[in-house]
């Protein structure tokens, strides 16, 4: 039954137009932490349906003194939710393997999640109160006292009660998940000043600023952002920060955790960025403020001042800051503004904010070794909200940087294309390319940013040290690729601020465009028996030799080895029985049978889309144990075997050319930039 004027009073009890009694209501809020989940989604849905009845007894009932500390309960539970989740995600952090730990995890996500909609539903539900209760209790119950305090790094010897403080990453979480789903003015905008502010919560020393996951020089640029920067600086892209006798603010915690080689951290932050600016709740000046505000909107508040007075910074923020919404036991209960202090909003901090922030995001770009995919899509597109237009292109120092490490990535992409799985880059590229230019485009901040909260999917260290299988070899193109589309990509909007649909390849000039002798290259197919084909002899079984032709197929990027068993009755045909990839085939002479020739046969497993990122699934255990396949050829003497050799490498030759001829603008530093 759906609650309205007219049904609800079949479930109430009243007293001269006042409602004295609702068991509908007051028996359901006390089973909200139920351990049954149906039980606490029946809760949920009967108080929503209440809330939402449009009469005003219902709602001086739901806010009268016997059953308003709900709210304060439900948001306490959510506090007890968030330390929960964050125990989990330090278990799982040892047990990364274990299915039914990351099960457990999922579902402590889901359940915050769910009751993070949940507030959201309260406060915009049909009783106005409820908008400064639920902010009045979120600000103080969650965020203040624990989610803020937590952004700060603790020392590992320091001895903090258990209910006081969450890991750095939970906290990180919850903030963005919170940003994400709540749109209410009053408690964005609270959430926003309060990360501005140095006296309550997060004051770190420059020492506990300096986290675990950062690397000694890291530490070193974390800590300048605490030293005075030029005021007044001519240039958004000068290096400006803050003077180290201040105490640091929530943002200044947030940019150093931009520097440090914990990818989760750094993404964490970055989207916590993105989530502030895609929340159309939040006061542009603390955008502003906070150095994220989009160049588009800073031009049109700065033409804004220019029209009304040079000393109108006062009257600008408020006709970028609307009054707010709340009452006067909330927090900050006044405006904003005077909390935060004129200063602080002015036009020279908010530059000086805005340099650190790009400082800190092209430190974090050109990283070497390189960031995961998602935390370069991220951060690309962090830069590309400050400095969308030509006219105001990064700096000629900045984009020193981008064209080092750019330089760079190159090197690493170069010893792709004498890989194994070559021939296949050039499809990768265009499969990447579409990829990164759409999370250039509109940011990756998924409706659920929990993989953050997930085990790493990076293999051990030293695992990956000495392995040269196919597969392993294959995630490390493919990483490689993403890198380079990424810094591409970034390079080419920062100076000239569009990207093709398709990547710059180039086409293959006609002499390098052979036709194949043999089209179709199926098992089974039935061939001519071409004049270049080598007879030899291969045995996959023991004591069952055949007696095959070996034929080299290449053309461009294609290539394919084929053993071909003739036909008793037909002369110069023959049955395709076997093929292998020209690429990563490593033709090699035994060393004591001169004979006969060893061919690696790859793995016929692609690299997944996925590798390279921040939360993409492992390689299955069956497959990283697949080993690559070998043929061993017995050729009748030991030229023919060094013929059999030679042509197969200057096959691979060729066709490693003509990859280098098509993906060869990625591999000119200044093809796609003109400064």
Same mark, same amino acid.
């Given at each position: 039954?759906?609650? %309205?004027? *007219? #049904?609800?009073? +079949? +479930? &109430?009890? $009243?007293?001269?137009e006042e409602v004295v009694s609702f068991p509908l209501y007051t028996e359901a809020i006390k089973l909200f932490h139920h351990e049954e989940s149906m039980v606490r989604i029946a809760v949920r849905t009967i108080t929503l349906s209440v809330y939402n009845v449009d009469d005003e007894s219902i709602r001086m009932f739901v806010t009268n003194p016997a059953v308003v500390h709900y709210f304060s309960e439900l948001v306490i539970f959510l506090r007890k939710q968030s330390y929960a989740l964050d125990a989990l995600v330090a278990e799982v952090s040892k047990l990364p393997d274990s299915g039914h730990m990351q099960g457990r995890l999922e579902g402590a996500v889901a359940e915050i999640g769910d009751l993070l909609y949940y507030c959201n539903d309260i406060i915009n539900s049909g009783v106005p109160a409820l908008k400064s209760i639920m902010t009045k209790h979120i600000m103080n119950v969650l965020v203040l006292p624990l989610l803020l305090p937590s952004l700060r790094p603790v020392d590992k010897h320091a001895i903090i009660p258990s209910d006081k403080h969450i890991s750095t990453l939970t906290s990180l979480y919850l903030l963005l998940r919170l940003l994400h789903i709540v749109h209410y003015k009053a408690l964005v905008n609270s959430i926003g000043a309060s990360l501005l502010r140095t006296d309550h919560s997060v004051t770190p020393d420059h020492k506990q600023l300096q986290?675990?996951?950062?690397?000694?020089?890291?530490?070193?640029?974390?800590?300048? +952002? @605490?030293?005075?920067?030029?005021?007044? !600086?001519?240039?958004? *892209?000068?290096? #400006?920060?803050?003077? !180290?006798?201040?105490?640091? %603010?929530?943002?200044?915690?947030?940019?150093?955790?931009?520097?440090?080689?914990?990818?989760?951290?750094?993404m964490a932050s970055l989207c916590l960025s993105v989530s502030f600016l895609q929340n159309e709740a939040l006061d542009e000046s603390l955008l502003d403020a906070l150095g994220i505000l989009p160049r588009r909107k800073r031009h049109k508040k700065l033409l804004l001042q220019q029209l009304i007075g040079d000393n109108s910074d006062k009257h600008l923020d408020r006709l970028f800051s609307p009054?707010?919404?709340?009452?006067?036991?909330? +927090?900050?209960?006044?405006h904003w503004e005077n909390h935060l202090g004129h200063e602080l909003l002015s036009g020279s901090t908010t530059l000086k904010h805005r340099s650190q922030m790009l400082e800190a995001l092209i430190k974090l770009v050109c990283r070497r070794p390189p960031p995961h995919a998602e935390v370069l899509w991220q951060a690309g597109w962090l830069l590309r909200q400050l400095l969308p237009y030509q006219e105001h292109k990064i700096s000629d120092a900045h984009m020193s940087l981008l064209n080092n490490v750019y330089s760079s990535a190159q090197q690493e992409f170069s010893l792709e294309l004498t890989a194994c799985w070559s021939d296949i880059i050039p499809a990768v590229i #265009?499969?990447?390319?579409? &990829?990164?230019?759409?999370?250039?485009?509109v940011p990756v901040l998924k409706k659920d940013a929990?993989?953050?909260?997930?085990?790493?999917?990076? $293999?051990? %260290?030293?695992? *990956?040290?000495?392995? #040269? !299988?196919? &597969?392993?070899? @294959?995630?490390?193109?493919?990483?490689?690729?993403?890198?380079?589309?990424?810094?591409?990509? &970034?390079?080419?909007l920062l100076v000239e601020g569009t990207l093709p649909e398709m990547p710059p390849l180039m086409e293959l000039p006609d002499e390098a465009r052979v036709q194949p002798q043999i089209l179709s290259t199926a098992v089974g197919t039935e061939v001519d028996i071409v004049n270049d084909a080598m007879p030899c002899k291969v045995s996959f079984e023991r004591g069952k030799e055949r007696q095959v032709h070996l034929v080299v197929v290449s053309g461009g990027i294609s290539g394919s080895l084929l053993l071909i068993e003739g036909i008793a009755f037909k002369q110069n045909r023959g049955v395709i029985r076997v093929t292998a990839p020209l690429a990563g085939s490593d033709p090699r002479v035994d060393e004591k049978h001169a004979t006969w020739l060893h061919l690696r046969v790859r793995s016929p497993h692609q690299p997944l889309a996925d590798v390279g990122k921040l939360h993409s699934p492992k390689t299955s255990l069956k497959n990283k144990q697949l080993a690559d396949g070998r043929w061993t050829l017995a050729f009748a003497d030991a030229d023919s075997c060094l013929h059999a050799c030679l042509s197969i490498q200057n096959h691979v030759a060729n066709q490693r050319h003509a990859v280098s001829l098509i993906v060869s603008p990625f591999l000119d530093l200044n093809s796609e930039t003109h400064q």
């Open positions: 039954m759906k609650l %309205d004027r *007219n #049904t609800v009073s +079949f +479930f &109430i009890k $009243t007293d001269n986290h675990p996951e950062c690397s000694s020089d890291q530490k070193d640029e974390a800590g300048d +952002f @605490g030293r005075e920067a030029e005021a007044g !600086s001519e240039s958004d *892209n000068s290096a #400006t920060v803050l003077s !180290s006798s201040e105490a640091l %603010d929530g943002r200044t915690t947030l940019l150093s955790y931009l520097l440090c080689n914990d990818d989760k951290l750094v009054s707010l919404e709340r009452s006067h036991d909330d +927090f900050m209960s006044d #265009t499969e990447e390319w579409k &990829i990164c230019r759409k999370a250039l485009d929990s993989f953050v909260l997930m085990p790493s999917s990076h $293999t051990a %260290d030293g695992e *990956n040290s000495s392995l #040269t !299988s196919s &597969i392993h070899i @294959g995630e490390r193109m493919r990483a490689s690729v993403k890198v380079l589309m990424v810094l591409y990509q &970034i390079r080419v």
